[in-house]
């Protein structure tokens, strides 16, 4: 099963325990039947209006708008569900928070979490390639910035390739 309801590295993932990934698959599973009936009603939409000889008017375009958005609706409510839930469920251990170089606080929302972990490593290393190297070790990011990780590890290996091709 491909796990698009959220983007995660392979590393979250592993850190995941049994419930939680239970319940990543289980939105997965939500947006695929979401994302099937909605193909489900426009085809059901298009044989109607094609059947009444209708089918080229503007209303198919306005019927599959309406319908993407409600849809889109859905599944973003799916997906906010499941990272409410990651959110509050993704915590590392206090022998893992002791040892982390930047302050862990949990009751920080995602982005203010995301500003303290990159903060720290834009100013502590100021070298890209050492930068994510040292990011690539960090064992409590994975879960303290949850969502957003992906993003900065991949914001992280871009500076530092950028770093080593123009060096």
């Known amino acids: 099963m491909e796990i698009d309801i959220i983007d995660y590295t392979e590393q979250q993932y592993a850190a995941l325990t049994e419930s939680q990934v239970l319940r990543v698959q289980d939105a997965q599973l939500q947006k695929n039947n979401l994302v099937r009936r909605r193909e489900q009603e426009k085809k059901d939409e298009k044989s109607r209006l094609l059947e009444q000889g209708i089918f080229l008017s503007p209303i198919w375009e306005l019927y599959c708008a309406e319908l993407d958005e409600s849809y889109e609706k859905r599944i973003e409510n799916v997906r906010d569900s499941l990272l409410f839930y990651l959110r509050y469920t993704q915590k590392a251990s206090s022998e893992e928070i002791s040892k982390a170089p ?66």
Do not use: M, Q
């Open 102 to 167: 930047y302050t862990v606080n949990y009751a920080l929302s995602d982005v203010e979490r995301l500003n303290i972990v990159r903060s720290y490593y834009e100013t502590t290393y100021p070298d890209p390639v050492e930068r994510f190297e040292a990011f690539k070790l960090d064992t409590v990011a994975p879960n303290y910035i949850a969502y957003f990780y992906g993003a900065l590890y991949d914001t992280f290996l871009e500076a530092s390739k950028e770093a080593e091709s123009g060096a």
